[in-house]
């Protein structure tokens, strides 16, 4: 038997850790859950779709390409992030996964959010 393997969680580290939480769940609209403390003594903000915040380390270079969500009403959200002027990578677009955009979170990453089996016109 193969071993399974399964996305647990991913830490970012940022550089405004309050800055952060408002984009991830204010404007993204990610679930909080229960904070476990890091070993080193940083505050985490966790959230139930697998990432955490964590302060950051200054001058360190990004350490992801990009992190992408699976959400069921990409043009609410991308409207939502527009009005809070979010940088945007790229607008709404036919991607490969669906309905797709591209935005910044407050410290540059690169974050993908896409909606399945929905095509800019038409659907």
């Known amino acids: 038997m193969e071993p399974e393997i399964n996305f647990a969680h991913m830490v970012l580290q940022v550089g405004d850790i309050e800055a952060s939480k408002h984009f991830y769940l204010d404007l993204v609209g990610l679930t909080p859950r229960r904070a476990i403390p890091l070993a080193d003594g940083r505050p985490v903000v966790p959230f139930t779709q697998g990432i955490a915040l964590t302060s950051?380390?200054?001058?360190?270079?990004?350490?992801?390409?990009?992190?992408?969500?699976?959400?069921?009403?990409?043009?609410?959200?991308?409207?939502?992030?527009?009005?809070?002027?979010?940088?945007?990578?790229?607008?709404?677009?036919?991607?490969?996964?669906?309905?797709?955009?591209?935005?910044?979170?407050?410290?540059?990453?690169?974050?993908?959010?896409?909606?399945?089996?929905?095509?800019?016109?038409?659907?």
Do not use: C, M, W
């Open 56 to 123: 950051g380390k200054p001058g360190k270079p990004l350490q992801i390409d990009h992190i992408a969500f699976r959400v069921n009403d990409v043009r609410t959200i991308a409207e939502r992030l527009k009005a809070a002027e979010v940088k945007f990578f790229n607008e709404l677009h036919d991607g490969v996964l669906g309905l797709t955009i591209y935005v910044a979170d407050p410290d540059g990453n690169k974050v993908e959010l896409f909606q399945e089996g929905v095509k800019l016109e038409g659907s």
